[in-house]
């Protein structure tokens, strides 16, 4: 019995291995078998000499394109990669030269490096703005009839009149003693007042907040006064066209909006608080500088500056003329004196036209 044991833990030490290599070899076949069949996904879309460009690389340029339709990916894919490879050539020729190296070059690198981060600081500052509550939005658009359930589509004309302090007050008593606009544009002429003008169509919601509680009490043919830095600023109401937008129609652009202010307002808010908590000190001719600035922002919260009142929206189209307006936020300040509505007979323009109005409209849908 003690042989037949023996022998028996002889012959199992001896096909132990045997099993195993036998196990190993057959898993190993197996694998390759599999790697045959399916071939691991790669995310190398074309290697450039020795460099690989990335799949990710070529969504990160697309995600950058607004608008893109799925059926477009496809081909702008394929542009985007023939331009990677491009960027990829000229990259290692001008690593080649050493171009990384040039005293521009590595200034530009390092300026780009800190706009994206502290971009990025920003951005995930703001995102922790809370989104408004429904009865939030619902109180916006109560508190401003004049952007949704009184919206009016308006056709302004406007006149940019350079004159000096003491002449503007001369030009605003006869605009309001003429009988028409012909009428003061002859007083111009013939006193030799520089003027400029345009003709725009303008929905509610291009204008700026403040003066649009002004703009929704004028009555066609009816002309506003504002003083300007450069001397005078008329607009003249030529006709107008009511194009209310209801609640829910408006709910959307309201919730973005206000979302927006809380994030502007949180941003603003942290970066006062880390400007309180550093020690920032000016040298050389910018300790001045720095001192001018302070007392221009001091006086700018003394003295509220007037708006004009087709400029100051970032959103809104370009100025009919550059009246050069004292820059000021477009929901934020009003004129330091209410701006001078009077009666003028003119010719109404014609009524803006379909694809206007349909424009005006795009930013509430």
């Known amino acids: 019995m003690i042989r037949t044991s023996s022998r028996f833990h002889r012959l199992t030490a001896v096909g ?45 340029v697309l995600s950058q394109q607004r608008g893109l339709a799925p059926a477009q990916a496809a081909s702008a894919g394929q542009q985007v990669l023939e331009r990677l490879i491009d960027q990829e050539l000229a990259l290692q020729k001008a690593a080649e030269q050493k171009l990384d190296r040039d005293p521009r070059v590595t200034q530009q690198i390092e300026a780009a490096r800190r706009e994206i981060i502290s971009r990025a600081y920003v951005e995930r500052i703001g995102a922790g703005a809370p989104k408004p509550s429904p009865e939030e939005i619902k109180k916006y658009y109560d508190e401003h009839p004049a952007l949704f359930k009184e919206r009016r589509i308006y056709t302004i004309q406007e006149l940019a009149i350079q004159a000096p302090p003491e002449q503007v007050e001369q030009v605003r008593a006869k605009l309001m003693a003429s009988k028409n606009v ?126 004009s009142v087709l400029t100051g929206d970032p959103g809104a189209s370009a100025p009919l003329v550059d009246t050069k307006p004292a820059a000021v936020s477009p929901l934020v300040g009003t004129p330091a004196s209410g701006p001078e509505i009077a009666s003028v007979p003119i010719k109404p323009a014609s009524a803006p036209s379909g694809k206007a109005l349909d424009e005006g409209l795009k930013g509430l849908k």
């Open 182 to 307: 012909n009428e003061f544009v002859d007083f111009l002429k013939a006193n030799n007042i520089k003027f400029g003008g345009g003709q725009a169509v303008r929905p509610a919601e291009q204008l700026p907040l403040a003066a649009l509680p002004a703009f929704s009490r004028m009555k066609d043919g009816q002309t506003m006064f504002n003083k300007t830095p450069a001397g005078a600023q008329v607009i003249i109401l030529a006709g107008s066209r009511s194009q209310p937008v209801d609640e829910e129609k408006a709910r959307p652009a309201i919730e973005q909006f206000l979302l927006n202010e809380r994030k502007r307002r949180v941003v603003e808010d942290d970066l006062k608080a880390l400007r309180a908590a550093a020690k920032v000190e000016y040298v050389g001719d910018y300790v001045k500088n720095a001192e001018d600035k302070a007392a221009a922002d001091k006086a700018a919260l003394e003295v509220k500056p007037s708006v």
């Open 16 to 60: 132990r291995p045997s099993v195993l290599i036998v196990a190993a070899m057959t898993l190993a076949l197996a694998a390759c078998s599999d790697s045959k069949k399916e071939k691991p996904a790669t995310q190398t879309a074309a290697r450039v000499n020795k460099e690989e460009i990335t799949v990710h690389q070529i969504n990160y």
